[in-house]
Nanobody, 116 residues
């Protein structure tokens, strides 16, 4: 089994930056792709960014150009850096890991609030 622990959320001013972290433990070898989704109040959970084991990345149009997803294999951790934050980026951010049997593991979520 894979366990995910997120960190790095909080209150950020518009135009600011943040970095979210997701640390994985357990059956790390089974992870094929990892990434981030977000869910704003009253809305569905939407893709933010993903990265595969061979470093292929994918971004939602809403964050493309101001976000970077990366991973540190030695630490079993992946990151989401976001710049030029907007109030509409406010959401609970969930990291996820897609594993070899087709399953998806979710982190517990971390709140990001963009407000002055």
């Amino acid at each position: 089994q894979v366990q995910l622990v997120e960190s790095g959320g909080g209150l950020v001013q518009p135009g600011g930056s943040l970095r979210l972290s997701c640390a994985a433990s357990g059956a790390i070898f089974s992870i094929e792709r990892m990434g981030w989704y977000r869910q704003a109040p009253g809305r569905q959970r939407d893709l933010v960014a993903t990265i595969t084991n061979d470093e292929r990345t994918n971004y939602a149009d809403s964050v493309k150009g101001r976000s970077t997803i990366s991973k540190d294999n030695a630490k079993n951790t992946w990151y989401l850096e976001m710049n030029s934050l907007k109030p509409e980026d406010t959401a609970v951010y969930y990291c996820h890991a897609d594993i070899t049997n087709g399953g998806r593991i979710w982190g517990q979520g971390t709140q990001v609030t963009v407000s002055s």
